[in-house]
């Protein structure tokens, strides 16, 4: 008897112990998951927000007085700097996987999610630019004649960049903008 109820505590005890270890698996699982459980980003600027905090991004925003400024020194065009003039926000997200974590983000589709959103009808390829392998890829965001959002893109091996630049733009800005200003100008603002 003595064995039999030494059984069934320890019977009892693990019954009790059970749903906290499944509980606690549940949790770890949850934990290691990616946010790609997170519906597909929509637009570049919630795939911004649902990555920005992520293990292996770097989200900033640089202020867009600082980007005039520096722009504007090299610039002469009026109708550049009539578009500088009319920028609201200037955001840069890169990505470098730097752990398991963000390694299995790019596994699961990371890129592919933002090529989603590219390609949607309201990104508007602009083809004037260089197609080199490595060079910011661009594309237009138009309601009626008015761009609101200018996107560059660069993929590389591992890791990409994202240019967001929104305001208030004609066609004729953006090409004009995207002929003499090399974005690789803003690298150094992002420090």
């Known amino acids: 008897m003595h064995y039999s109820s030494a059984y069934n505590f320890k ?18 699982l949850q ?10 980003a929509q637009s570049t600027a919630e795939f911004y927000q649902k990555y920005r905090n992520e293990a292996g991004f770097k989200g900033t925003t640089v202020p ?17 700097r ?3 003039a009319n920028i609201s926000s200037v955001r840069v997200l890169s ?27 309201n990104y508007a390829a602009i083809p004037l630019l260089d197609e080199a392998p ?21 993929k590389y091996g591992n890791s990409f960049l994202m240019l967001q630049v929104n305001g208030r733009f004609t066609r004729q ?10 974005p690789d100008l803003l690298i150094p603002l992002l420090g």
């Open 11 to 28: 019977k009892s005890l693990a019954a009790r112990i059970l749903p906290f270890w499944v509980l606690a698996a549940f949790c770890l």
């Open 31 to 40: 934990a290691c998951s990616s946010t790609s459980k997170l519906p597909p």
């Open 64 to 80: 867009v007085g600082l980007v005039s400024k520096y722009l504007a020194k090299e610039i002469t065009d009026t109708t550049v």
């Open 82 to 84: 009539a578009a500088l």
């Open 95 to 121: 990505f470098t996987p730097t752990n398991r974590k963000s390694q299995r983000l790019l596994q699961q589709g990371l890129t592919q999610e933002l090529d989603q959103v590219l390609q949607r009808d």
């Open 134 to 154: 490595g060079a910011l890829q661009f594309r237009m965001r138009q309601s009626n004649e008015q761009v609101q959002e200018i996107v560059g893109y660069r």
């Open 173 to 182: 800005q953006v090409e004009q903008m995207l002929q003499k200003i090399d």
